[in-house]
């Protein structure tokens, strides 16, 4: 347990992971404006998070590879397996608080430092691992 504490303090300190946030908050700032812009549009929040997921996932693929990793040897299969799994767990997390009463727009909002962290340490010891 120490162990796992350790490296993600350390993985918190690494200035790629500053770079992440920023661009991811580029990317966070796009998607979660066309998740809204859905949700406005009476979409259930599932579809919204889907649709807004795969827009956002294909405006992501290039910002994150270019700007954060910088890295040519880049795989789109690894990159949407995160994300497909990022996905599952909001919409486990969105039930839960579904289940608490807590509405959609403020789930959205809770969810995303979580899986911020997450979805970077995916893309890179899944995605962009240098060897």
């Known amino acids: 347990m120490k162990k796992a504490a350790n490296y993600l303090l350390l993985?918190?300190?690494?200035?790629?992971?500053?770079k992440f946030l920023l661009v991811g908050a580029l990317n966070t700032v796009f998607g979660y404006l066309v998740f809204s812009l859905f949700i406005y549009a009476g979409?259930?929040?599932?579809?919204?998070l889907l649709l807004g997921t795969v827009i956002g996932v294909l405006f992501n693929y290039h910002t994150t590879g270019r700007l954060v990793f910088s890295s040519?040897?880049?795989?789109?299969?690894?990159?949407?397996?995160?994300?497909?799994?990022?996905?599952?767990g909001q919409v486990v997390a969105f039930a839960i608080f579904?289940?608490?009463?807590?509405?959609?727009y403020l789930s959205g909002l809770i969810i995303l430092p979580p899986f911020?962290?997450?979805?970077?340490?995916?893309?890179?010891?899944?995605?962009?691992?240098?060897q």
């Open 11 to 18: 993985t918190l300190w690494e200035p790629r992971f500053t």
């Open 43 to 48: 979409l259930h929040h599932r579809v919204a």
């Open 72 to 88: 040519a040897n880049k795989s789109l299969v690894r990159f949407l397996g995160v994300y497909a799994v990022m996905y599952l």
């Open 98 to 104: 579904s289940a608490f009463g807590v509405s959609d």
């Open 116 to 130: 911020a962290v997450l979805t970077y340490l995916g893309m890179r010891n899944f995605v962009f691992k240098t």
